[in-house]
């Protein structure tokens, strides 16, 4: 569904990201995995158009794209979940979901009744503000803001983040029910390994803002991993 080839991302002066080679397919969770400070999160930033790539080429189901911005990338398909949620505090639980809407025709301007039978919390507080919600709700609202975008590619940065149990194995329930649906790529970074192994279907692990692993769930094996991302 997402591929990049010798992709590159330059902060200023400063490069961050050397020549990532990636995959994601539909119907499967790729997960990113790496310590802090090698370049998971500029990654995302670069696929999504938050902060343009400095090289290399994107591939999003099949077609070459530019360099193009956020708002661009989503319409064509990207959804992102940021680290920190980025809910909008102000606005009701339900105008966060609407501002899901600009992405999408008129016809579609609606909340699904999955995200709700998903999320069903959303739907007991859809009057209460974004701010008001525990840090759990708050992710759960990102991620169904997310969902109504109708992606074809799914990032989540980090959504355990922060996040109690109970929520946290929700939240793999549902990345879990938007894998097997069949129709979207889902690109995780997770630090919380037993979350993400348990998850993913393949594997990138970023050291020093290049690919130092890569492979399938088969090729793996869970020590060969573990010891990888704890280096």
């Given amino acids: ?9 330059h902060y200023g002066g400063s490069q961050i990201l050397y020549g990532i080679d990636f995959e994601a397919k539909a119907g499967e969770v790729t997960c990113i995995m790496g310590t802090n400070g090698v370049g998971k999160t500029s990654f995302l930033k670069a696929l999504a158009g938050t902060h343009p790539r400095s090289g290399g080429e994107v591939t999003l189901a099949g077609e070459s794209l530019p360099r193009l911005a ?19 505090p102000l606005l009701s639980v339900r105008e966060n979901l609407e501002t899901a809407y600009s ?3 008129k016809s579609e301007h609606r909340v699904p009744d999955e995200v709700y039978e ?9 009057h ?9 709700q708050q992710q759960q609202l990102a991620i169904a803001r997310a969902m109504i975008m109708k992606p074809k590619v799914l990032l989540l940065d980090e959504p355990t983040e922060g996040i109690q149990p ?3 194995q929700q939240i793999g329930r549902v990345i879990g029910y938007l894998r097997n649906k069949g129709d979207m790529a889902i690109v ?5 390994f037993e979350f993400a192994y348990g998850l993913a279907d393949s594997f990138y692990v970023f050291r020093r803002g290049s690919v130092s692993m890569s492979g399938t769930k088969a090729d793996l094996s869970k020590d060969v991993l573990r010891a990888e991302v704890s280096v």
């Fill in 118 to 126: 998903l999320f069903p919390v959303l739907k007991d507080m859809s």
């Fill in 128 to 136: 209460r503000r974004g701010g008001d919600l525990s840090g759990g």
């Fill in 166 to 168: 109970n929520i946290i």
């Fill in 103 to 105: 992405v999408l025709p």
């Fill in 1 to 9: 569904m997402i591929t990049t080839k010798g992709l590159t991302l």
């Fill in 70 to 88: 956020a708002q661009d990338m989503a319409r064509r398909g990207l959804s992102v979940v940021p680290q920190g949620r980025m809910i909008f």
């Fill in 188 to 192: 995780l970074v997770e630090q919380y």
